[in-house]
């Protein structure tokens, strides 16, 4: 039997969730999604009437057309609604669209439900897809169990199949742009963690009591549930990424995928270009078997340009050893052997730095150099030096720089020597990376790094 917490839905949200899975709505993801976009919308489905009441001004007013008679006859609106006469306010911002004339159908058509239907020509269109008269009774609109079946219909109606679990596109068709994203991430996190099967089963036998509500997820780690999506970050993030970049998935501009760590926009588009190219669910979120799918093609491309004749992925870590694992198991606490393929950037990095600098801090820097600036070895650096908490490596191309806060929690040292050898397979390519292959090699001048510390 489900627990009591204080995470659990309340009796609003339970109402939502029986009518959803109702309605067909029962793919975990799906209804994530659902639940977190009306909740968003509705602020944790506490709303079920327009109340009109901008506390902090007409500023707050979202419709363009409440100023079409003047700030001032706007703002008189605005202090007879807070005093409980909002009918004018309702006129300026509804009067005479969606079907409503200039009179009182702009109060009378107000928003109402969970998901605020407004506008006569809106009730009339629901009412008949629902059986209900809406437009002769609208305030049946804000009945608990109408509510319910009207949020699934606006659902059903304006969020298109193929998008329903996708929050940025379902964000999207909903909002005509991406307003509120993060929060309808972080909520969807809370939903998702919650819609679990044993869950879903005793909502159905009606064994879950309400509780709380369920509050967005602030802050969940990449990888916590098992999927990296929009707005986390860390070095899942930026391994993902280097590896779209082996892949060539370009965002939906055609542009490459920066290593940032972050996932952004390009990363998600690139995931969600990725996962129809290979017939997966279209989530634009990267999780377990889009991971495990994305290492598959990896491996199969490698095993491609091998078979062509092409040159193989050069040895990992130790110079002329077997492999990844090799490398990293002969890698010491007090640094790397003086046989890594990366011990001179290593130590050329590691002697410009604050002689109290982790070992985990140094390998950080050393990998954001390398495949954030394209510096390969120590001759390629012109400068690093210190100002503040960041230290800064300049490669000697113009624009080659990358720069690290020496304050704050560094990778695990296997971690960030992991990513550069990422990398170094990623530049075994030549025929699928020119550009960037051509780019890299011109970070080639005179030897010589400058070490400068501006305190």
């Known amino acids: 039997m489900s627990k009591e917490r204080s995470d659990m839905p309340t009796t609003n949200e339970i109402e939502v969730l029986r009518a959803a899975r109702q309605a067909n709505i029962t793919a ?3 209804l994530a999604n659902f639940m977190a976009q009306l909740s968003h919308e509705s602020g944790g489905l506490t709303r079920k009437e327009e109340s009109f009441r901008y506390t902090r001004g007409i500023h ?27 009918q004018e306010l309702a006129r300026l911002m509804y009067g005479g669209r969606m079907g409503n004339d200039d009179a009182g159908d702009g109060y009378l058509y107000r928003g109402r439900g ?34 319910a079946r009207i949020s699934v219909w606006y659902w059903q109606e304006r969020v298109p199949q193929a998008d329903r679990d996708d929050v940025s596109a379902a964000t999207l068709a909903i909002n005509g742009g991406y307003n509120g994203l993060r929060d309808r991430h972080e909520r969807f996190d809370a939903w998702h963690a919650l819609l679990t099967p044993e869950f879903l089963a005793d909502l159905d036998a009606g064994r879950v009591r309400p509780g709380a509500g369920v509050g967005p997820i602030v802050g969940l780690p990449a990888m916590e549930d098992g ?20 892949l060539d998935m370009r965002d939906a501009r055609g542009r490459r995928i920066a290593t940032t760590g972050t996932y952004d926009q390009g990363t998600e588009q690139s995931i969600r270009g990725f996962q129809e190219a290979h017939g997966l669910p279209v989530t634009g979120r990267a999780n377990q078997q889009t991971l495990e799918v994305i290492q598959d093609v ?32 002969g890698l010491r606490v007090d640094g790397i052997p003086s046989g890594h393929r990366d011990y001179a950037l290593f130590e050329a990095i590691r002697q410009n730095l604050p002689e109290e600098t982790t070992l985990e801090k140094v390998a950080e820097v050393a990998m954001r150099a390398k495949t954030e600036a394209g510096i390969l070895r120590p001759e390629q650096i012109d400068a690093i030096f210190v100002q503040a908490e960041r230290v800064f490596v300049i490669g000697k191309v113009p624009g080659f720089r990358t720069d690290a806060n020496l304050s704050t929690p560094a990778p ?8 550069m050898e990422a990398f170094d397979r990623q530049l075994a390519r030549p025929a699928q990376f020119p550009e960037q292959r051509e780019s890299i090699n011109q970070n080639q001048v005179a030897p010589g790094v400058s070490s400068r510390s501006l305190a």
């Open 227 to 246: 999927a990296l999506r929009r707005f986390e970050s860390g070095m899942d993030v930026r391994q993902l990424q280097i590896d779209l970049q082996a």
């Open 298 to 329: 990896l491996q199969r491309q490698q095993a491609r340009v091998q078979l062509d004749g092409g040159p193989a992925a050069p040895p990992m870590g130790l110079a002329g050893g077997n492999g990844e694992l090799e490398g990293l198991q």
């Open 114 to 147: 969970f998901n605020q239907l407004t506008g006569e020509e809106n009730y009339r269109t629901a009412g008949a897809a629902l059986g209900l008269d809406l437009t002769t009774n609208p305030d049946l609109a804000s009945n608990m169990e109408n509510a």
């Open 28 to 30: 975990r993801d799906e």
């Open 412 to 419: 695990e040292f296997r971690d960030s020597m992991r990513s």
């Open 60 to 86: 707050q007013i979202p419709v363009p057309s409440a100023f079409r008679e003047g700030r001032e006859r706007l703002e008189a609106a605005h202090l007879a609604a807070l005093d409980g006469r909002p």
